[in-house]
């Protein structure tokens, strides 16, 4: 409102003692400082400020209405600064979801260290394998694997990884039987397609297979291919840390990759919380050296 423009001009004239002072103080115009004056008191219909050509001085009048305007000032300055050291150190909550496969492998990592640098960061993590809704969750970041259908969601690419199919060192020393004990994730299926490419010829290989389990969590999977019970897929930068427990079924072929995407609500500028988490998560991807 015009009113509080005013009465914070006014306010900066009496604190600087001249109207010529205020002007340079504010980068504004000696003619626009007094027009503004001029409108305020005309305004109020009352004498704020006695001028002359070498003084001026509060009317009484003026001097009730200079403190309310000060304290307008202050209050602004405050609001001012307190938004800026907001966007200066990461605090507060931030709701991320991953899958299960990237949030102990990427996600966690990659906020342990942040919580660490930024004592006041309040993450809450859910990791899950479905497509959780942002709007209704009330979730600000979400890591997924693939883009995500038109949701008016913003989503960028920030990675990406290839699947291993592995299992115990058994299954390559029997040959035959892969197919037969398929462990699958449930947003797999039950029946499981797969094309391989070779790594230097790019023949193709194509695997079919009826699971022989289905789990609804990636660590269930996982415990079951480590407990000899079958193979299944494995983010390549975590089949490295499994290895020589877990072995590739087909190591001559590779599986295609996966693109990693975050997904938020925000359609402009992220909030720091969020953007510091989505940039650790980044960069967490890329340390780990994925493809």
Not at 21 to 37: P, T, W, Y
Not at 204 to 217: D, G, I, M, Q, W
Not at 274 to 291: F, W, Y
Request: charged share 20%; hydrophobic share 40%.
């Amino acid at each position: 409102m015009k009113q509080f423009r005013y009465m914070s001009v006014f306010a900066h004239v009496v604190d600087k003692g001249s109207i010529s002072a205020a002007a340079e103080a504010l980068d504004l115009s000696k003619s626009v400082i007094s027009h503004q004056l001029k409108l305020l008191e005309t305004e109020l219909d009352v004498v704020l400020l006695k001028r002359t050509t070498r003084s001026q001085s509060l009317t009484p009048a003026g001097e009730a209405f200079y403190r309310h305007c000060k304290q307008l000032n202050e209050l602004a300055e405050n609001a001012w600064l307190q938004a800026k050291e907001t966007q200066s150190i990461p605090k507060g909550k931030v709701k991320i979801t991953a899958p299960n496969a990237l949030m102990d492998t990427i996600v966690v990592p990659a906020i342990t260290q942040l919580m660490q640098t930024y004592p006041e960061l309040q993450p809450e993590l859910i990791s899950n394998d479905r497509l959780l809704n942002l709007s209704k969750e009330d979730i600000d970041l979400a890591i997924r694997v693939g883009p995500s259908p038109n949701s008016g969601m913003k989503q960028r690419r920030i990675g990406q990884f290839r699947d291993v199919l592995c299992g115990h060192p058994c299954f390559m020393n029997d040959g035959a039987g892969v197919d037969n004990a398929y462990i699958a994730n449930s947003w797999q299926g039950a029946h499981i397609y797969h094309q391989f490419k070779h790594h230097k010829t790019k023949d193709e290989l194509e695997f079919t297979a009826k699971a022989k389990c289905v789990a609804n969590s990636f660590h269930t999977c996982l415990s079951l291919l480590n407990n000899k019970v079958g193979i299944g897929v494995v983010p390549d930068f975590l089949f490295k840390q499994m290895r020589p427990k877990l072995v590739e079924i087909y190591p001559e072929y590779q599986l295609p990759i996966n693109k990693v995407y975050a997904v938020y609500p925000f359609m402009d500028n992220l909030p720091l919380n969020v953007r510091v988490c989505l940039e650790g998560i980044e960069g967490e991807l890329v340390a780990k050296g994925s493809c």
